[in-house]
């Protein structure tokens, strides 16, 4: 989003005011022009080996925003059959795809592994049903949970000794008898640190646990380190620096490649990294309220379309677009659902009236993929802006939509 001279703002030269009369409110906008230029940015860290991205869908699966991702050289990740089915309707060939669950049934890594995506294994259990199932037929990857607990809020933390997710690295021993039973074929250990990780450290300090851990292993073609890059949800927030992580990863990876006697693929799963910053949520003000206590204003939006502030106490960015220069004013900025759900807590904005249209920030990554239909609320349309031309890429959802599955009995 860009403040021009006359003090209005626009995405690629459109002003949303326009999106709202042409697609109505509230609506998901992406700009497909950040998406390629963090794309790039990843790719540049790490141009000195042999990396692939692949996209952490769960992020955000719309259709159009996977094919963008396609037609720019980025794979997939995906942590379910839906997601899987959604990337191969974008196009991508499973062998493309990598499939890591979280304590799925094993039937769901059968349909994966069976489609012809690799899968990341993610428990013991799963390692020796997945050894007896295939033996040696089909190559996979084991999560290893290091034990390292790294990232900014404890709900988005996955590393740490008391997370669900993985092998735990301590049980190196027994994932290795299960892999020498059943002569399991494994290209590659896999790790996800967490989400809104800032600093190159722990993933320094991972990366190498798994280097470690390597050792074991002869038959690896790839290091998957996971997603959770830092984003700025705050102006002015500090942000992983990708040149600097890709420095320093990439100096360690060749020095373990040449260790371990092959080059080997460095595998990431940034989601929020890519998207987040692409996306704005555009509301309308509804109703603005001066209480003794606070002033609010109302949004005809709620937790039902952006629910990471009540999640986690996320901090977007508001904008007012429709009067950027108004007086400064502290406000609660509130959602239409009967719970409490508030944006932003003493959020100082030019001076909002009813009908002023506001924009999350950082609305691309887990925004509509986390939404729902409480209180009986349709979801939003979504918007895809690219090559300056702004085009639906979903449309809003009506009653019917909501009662599709409903059975009257
Ligand atoms: N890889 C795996 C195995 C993951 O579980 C995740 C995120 C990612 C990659 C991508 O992480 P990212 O680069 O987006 O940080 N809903 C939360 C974030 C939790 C994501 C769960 N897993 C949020 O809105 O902050």
Not at 3 to 31: A, M, R
Not at 39 to 58: D, P, R, T, W
Not at 186 to 214: N, R, W, Y
Request: charged share 20%; with cysteine.
């Amino acid at each position: 989003m860009q403040l021009s001279e006359q003090n209005t703002y626009n995405i690629q030269g459109i002003d949303p005011h326009q999106l709202i009369e042409d697609f109505g409110s509230p609506l998901y906008v992406y700009d497909g022009s950040t998406i390629k230029r963090k794309v790039s940015e990843l790719q540049h860290a790490f141009a000195g080996i042999n990396m692939k991205i692949k996209y952490a869908c769960k992020a955000n699966t719309n259709l159009s925003i996977l094919r963008l991702m396609r037609e720019i050289g980025v794979e997939l990740d995906v942590v379910s059959p839906g997601e899987l089915e959604i990337g191969m309707l974008a196009g991508y060939a499973a062998n493309q795809i990598t499939f890591t669950p979280s304590g799925v049934p094993f039937e769901e890594v059968k349909t994966a592994v069976d489609a012809g995506a690799i899968v990341n294994i993610d428990s013991i259990p799963l390692l020796k049903w997945f050894g007896q199932t295939y033996g040696n037929t089909k190559p996979c990857l084991i999560r290893i949970k290091p034990n390292v607990a790294a990232g900014g809020n404890i709900k988005i933390m996955t590393a740490h000794a008391d997370s669900k997710f993985g092998i735990s690295v301590l049980l190196l021993d027994q994932i290795l008898d299960v892999v020498k039973k059943y002569d399991i074929k494994i290209v590659g250990l896999h790790q996800h640190t967490g989400s809104d990780i800032k600093d190159a450290e722990p993933f320094l300090q991972v990366a190498d646990i798994l280097f470690e851990a390597a050792k074991h292993f002869p038959d690896l073609e790839i290091i998957d380190l996971g997603g959770g890059f830092k984003v700025s949800y705050l102006p002015g927030d500090a942000i992983t620096d990708m040149d600097l992580l890709g420095r320093k990863i990439t100096e360690r990876f060749k020095k373990f490649c040449s260790e371990y006697g092959r080059e080997l693929q460095l595998w990431f799963e940034p989601g929020k990294f890519l998207v987040s910053e692409s996306g704005f949520l555009i509301v309308n003000a509804t109703v603005v309220k001066e209480d003794p206590a606070r002033n609010f204003v109302h949004v005809n939006s709620g937790l039902n379309h952006l629910i990471r502030p009540m999640m986690y106490g996320s901090y977007h960015h508001i904008l007012n677009l429709t009067n950027p220069g108004g007086e400064p004013k502290v406000y609660n900025v509130v959602g239409y659902i009967c719970e409490t759900d508030t944006f932003a807590t003493d959020r100082t904005l030019p001076e909002v009236s009813p009908g002023d249209a506001l924009a999350f920030l950082n609305a691309g990554a887990y925004g509509l993929t986390m939404s729902s239909n409480y209180n009986a609320r349709m979801r939003p349309a979504e918007v895809l802006i690219d090559n300056g031309a702004a085009k639906l890429i979903r449309r809003r959802e009506t009653i019917d939509d909501l009662l599709l599955t409903q059975i009257e009995i």
